[in-house]
């Protein structure tokens, strides 16, 4: 793959057999303008040719142009992980126990030897964004020397309280990244410290990232206040004797403790009723789906078509590779399309891309429109042979392809 950083003296008119401009239909000879690290212009080659002067052009021929991906989820500091779990017959409690035990036995140049590795092939495989969860801040640096965009989540962990979130420092600033606190899952962060974290976060108008209802076990202890993650925590040392159960579905606690709003992100979102869909609907949070992550773990499925048909932000994560053999956004889509068929190629697009680059307030980018910022993959696909724009939007996520360059700034 080559690429090409945009600077502000560029002026091209980029020519592809289709252009993806995601909020709108694929357009079939197309070209996009830039000038000044922006898009200008998009539309059929003809017309942005006839009317542009001194701009030079660069075809692309028989490729597809569309934006840069987000990977909306993962935890780059568990990179070393990579094939050390098997996908697990013995469900989630095992594959928790698993991570900590094996987590403890990495080395610190282990942890960002394959965090670094991990990160050339998510910019390889046509990343932009990302949303990284990690413990330390061992990630952190090797993310701002990149050219990629994003948060960064310092995940709290702390059943028993006693945390203390004081304002985060940056060793390597970058205005490309957004830096903040998120909270692990409901059953792992006490009810008070939650609330700290989600208020340290609206305070800086920052995202509240958690992962939230992905096992049965994580609402049986919510639900009972029993089960396999008491155990845990009482194993762990962070069983708290003042704790007293909810006794509602993970959905409800959180909006019981006033959680969940537009500036929430909820991480995988599997168990959930009616009533919990209700909820959603009203508070709006954003949903972040990694279905590849939970076939590996047998979670279950989340309810993707029911999502967005009540209108809300849905993007794509991936999680660790401790429970995903690659941190492949186009394989997350795959793999969307094969259990949902009934949500478009279309809007799958959208979910790894402009609804991602939403997500995480980057509000030019993720889309190919005018003024939006021209971070885009040139990409040639193997033998389609259609030239509907459905079967361009269809081979894009199910046919062998190859990103030939990339544009960034
Ligand atoms: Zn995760």
């Known amino acids: 793959m080559q690429e090409i950083q945009l600077q502000s003296y560029h002026h091209y008119i980029i020519r592809a057999k289709w252009i993806i401009p995601i909020l709108s239909q694929p357009i079939l000879d197309g070209a996009i303008e830039i000038k000044n690290k922006k898009i200008i212009r998009v539309g059929k080659f003809k017309e942005i040719f006839k009317e542009s002067t001194f701009a ?123 830096i903040t606190y998120s909270a692990h899952a409901p059953y792992s962060v006490s009810p008070l410290l939650l609330q700290a974290i989600k208020s340290y976060n609206k305070k800086r108008k920052k995202l509240f990232c958690i992962h939230c209802a992905e096992s049965t076990e994580e609402v049986e202890f919510l639900k009972k206040g029993e089960g396999p993650l008491l155990e845990l925590l009482k194993e762990r040392g962070q069983w708290n004797e003042d704790f007293v159960s909810p006794k509602v579905s993970p959905i409800k606690y959180l909006n019981s403790l006033n959680l969940l709003d537009e500036n929430t992100l909820l991480i995988h979102v599997i168990h959930i009723d009616e009533e919990d869909l209700e909820i959603l609907k009203k508070t709006r949070p954003k949903i972040c789906v990694c279905l590849k992550s939970n076939l590996f773990i047998g979670v279950g499925f989340p309810k993707i078509k029911e999502f967005i048909s009540a209108g809300l932000d849905v993007c794509i994560g991936t999680d660790s590779l401790a429970s995903n053999d690659y941190l492949s956004v ?28 939403k997500v995480f307030g980057f509000e030019k980018m993720g889309a190919l429109l005018p003024g939006y910022y021209p971070n ?27 990103i030939r360059f990339r544009f960034y700034v």
């Not at 928790?96 to 990495?106: D, T, Y």
């Not at 696909?381 to 392809?401: C, H, V």
């Open 56 to 178: 030079k052009l660069i075809d692309f021929e028989e490729t597809v142009i569309l934006p840069a991906l987000v990977n909306a989820h993962t935890h780059l500091e568990l990179s070393a992980l990579r094939f050390r779990l098997s996908p697990s017959s013995e469900g989630f409690i095992s594959w928790v126990k698993n991570v900590i035990k094996l987590k403890q036995e990495l080395s610190l140049v282990e942890i960002r030897e394959f965090a670094r590795l991990a990160l050339d092939n998510l910019w390889r495989d046509g990343v932009g964004i990302i949303g990284d969860v990690g413990n330390t801040a061992i990630t952190l640096d090797l993310l701002c020397k990149t050219p990629f965009y994003g948060y960064f989540f310092q995940e709290v962990l702390s059943f028993r309280g006693g945390y203390n979130l004081k304002e985060l420092q940056i060793k390597a600033p970058s205005s490309n990244f957004k």
């Open 330 to 357: 186009w394989e997350e889509m795959k793999t969307i399309y094969t259990y949902y068929p009934d949500i478009s190629p279309g809007e799958i697009l959208k979910m790894a891309t402009f609804t991602g680059a």
């Open 376 to 402: 885009m993959l040139v990409v040639e696909i193997k033998d389609y042979l259609n030239e509907k724009p459905e079967d361009i939007l269809r081979s894009l996520i199910n046919a062998e392809k190859e």
